[in-house]
Each structure stands twice: as structure tokens, then as C-alpha cells.
């Protein structure tokens, strides 16, 4: 593997989402229950696919929280570009 | 009197400028989502202080250079070259100031030097202390430099007209309009809105902001082409 390649983690992109989704003040409840959603639906894309990279996988994140939390997709979509 | 408008219409225009909003609500942004809103707080008040210091010291330095190397008293050659420098501005803040291209329609990413945005957002990010987020505030300020220099010039040397008296409250008048933009921000977390709400409101309101500034740069050019070269020349 080379240094630019990474392997995909499940609970660090839990762990990305609790930090987005405490700095919007979400319930803790719901949030956890979007972010196990979230995760389930990127691993199961995931599941067809061996190789992927960073702006794909960014996408099907963005795109799984639309479905629940327009907010933390917003945010989590423009979270570079603020300034 | 219109040393003192000088002054007041180049603070505004310092307000209008986002590098430091758009750090500050980055700021918050990683401050809530790690830390006690306690703490956010106090980040948050750190990082104004330091734009507002950083403000009354550029400006000082400006009114004592202004004074060594002009006596205090601008002539007509430098307010036109002032006149010049601002008219130029308010195109580069028209045209360029956020960066264009086919991801920034919702983005209200800055035309700044890359390393410069490049580190003020990792310091952003990173940021965990009052004396870290002091620092930051410090940072923004210098990172806008490129756009300011002239304002805080053409503010310096008008300070230098004002009565003894009136110099310390002008700086202080300057600094303190310059970080009012901070100040609401602060307020609006503080009432409960979020940071999406507030970058919504930037990204909504981007062409305006723009707009208004380009605006305001173009009317001091003619505001100080009018009350100092015009009025002084004759």
C-alpha cells in the first residue's frame, strides 16, 4: 500500500460526524442514530468496491446524510470552504 | 470632520472584509463540536481581542509612520496615489475577492494567498487555547493586510489631524467598529443560531457583501478625492 492510500474506517468517520453534528447541537440521540444510518449506507457501497477515493467517498456521505440531516450534509459537504 | 468620516468609513470597510468572521465561525465550528460551550466562549472572546489588538496596533504604527516619513500632514501626491490604491481595490474586491470556480457557488472561500488560507485554516482547526485563539486573531489580521494597508494607512495619517484629545478614542473607535461584525456573530451563537445558519446567511448573501464593499472602497476614493485633494488643492 502506498502512502497515499488509506484503508476505510468505519468509526473514524462516526467519530468525524459525532464532532459535526455536536458543533450543530443535535440530540445526542438522534445524532447517534443518523451517524449508524450514515455508516451502515457508506459500508454497504463500500461492499462492491475495492478501491475508491477521498471525493467518492465524500460524496456517498454527503449524499447518505441528505437523506436524514440536511444540516450536518450541509456543513459536513462546506466544512473547507468557510474561509 | 471629515478626518473623523475618513476614519469611520475605512473602519467600515475593515467590517466588511471576512477573513476574520469566516476564521471566527470556523473557529466555533470546531470549538463546539470538541469542547464545553464554556470554553468555545472564551476562544471566541480570545480570538476578537486579538483582531482588536492587532487593529489598534497596525493602525498606530500607520499614524507614527505616517508622521516620520510625511510630518503628519499627507501631501496631495500621496492622497492621489491613496485615491489610486483604493479605486484599484474596489475592482480586485468586485472581481476576485472569493474565489471563483465550479465548487464555490456555495463556498465563501477567500482570494488570499493559498498558504496563507491554507494556515489560517489548520490554526483554526487545531485551535484549543485562549492564547492560540489570541494568536489566530493576530493572524487574520495580517492575512488581510493585502486589502487593508491602504485603509489603515489613509485612517493613520487622518488620526494625525484629529485634536490630541481625540487621536486615542478615534484608534479605539476604528478597532472597535472593525470587530462589531465579531461581535454579532458572537451574539448569534450566543442566541442559539448555528454555524450552517450563519455560513447559509454568508453563502446567500456572498454578491451582496461584495457588492457593498466594492462600493465602499469606491466611494472613499471619492470621498478622500474630494475632501483632500480637491478642498486641499485649492
Known sequence: MSELETVFKSEDLAEELRRESRSLGLPAGSAEDVIKKVTEGVCLWLEERNIITKSDLERVVSRELDKYNADLAYIYRNRDKII | ?234
Not at chain 2, 485563539?133 to 489631524?161: D, H, K, N, R, W
Open chain 2, 1 to 234: 470632520m471629515s478626518s473623523l468620516g475618513i476614519v469611520v468609513f475605512s473602519a467600515l470597510i475593515c467590517a466588511l472584509l471576512q477573513l476574520s468572521l469566516g476564521t471566527l465561525l470556523l473557529l466555533y465550528h470546531n470549538s463546539i463540536g470538541r469542547h464545553i460551550r464554556k470554553k468555545t466562549k472564551s476562544l471566541a472572546g480570545s480570538f476578537i481581542s486579538g483582531v482588536f489588538l492587532m487593529n489598534f496596533l497596525l493602525l498606530a504604527t500607520n499614524c507614527f509612520l505616517s508622521y516620520a516619513f510625511f510630518g503628519g500632514e499627507l501631501p496631495l501626491l500621496a492622497f492621489s496615489v491613496l485615491v489610486g490604491i483604493l479605486a484599484a481595490l474596489s475592482l480586485v474586491i468586485f472581481c476576485f475577492y472569493f474565489r471563483r470556480g465550479k465548487t464555490s457557488k456555495e463556498s465563501t472561500e477567500l482570494w488570499l494567498p493559498k498558504s496563507i488560507s491554507r494556515f489560517v485554516d489548520s490554526r483554526a482547526k487545531i485551535t484549543n487555547n485562549n492564547s492560540e485563539a489570541f494568536a489566530l486573531g493576530l493572524l487574520t489580521v495580517f492575512g488581510e493586510l493585502p486589502f487593508t494597508f491602504a485603509l489603515f494607512f489613509l485612517s493613520g495619517s487622518m488620526i494625525l489631524e484629529l485634536s490630541a484629545g481625540f487621536e486615542t478614542l478615534a484608534l479605539c473607535l476604528f478597532s472597535l467598529i472593525s470587530v462589531l461584525p465579531l461581535l454579532v456573530l458572537r451574539l448569534s451563537v450566543r442566541r442559539g443560531k448555528t454555524v450552517v445558519e450563519v455560513q447559509r446567511f454568508r453563502v446567500h448573501n456572498k454578491f451582496f457583501f461584495k457588492l457593498l464593499a466594492g462600493i465602499c472602497f469606491l466611494s472613499l476614493a471619492g470621498f478622500v478625492f474630494a475632501f483632500k485633494i480637491l478642498q486641499g488643492g485649492v
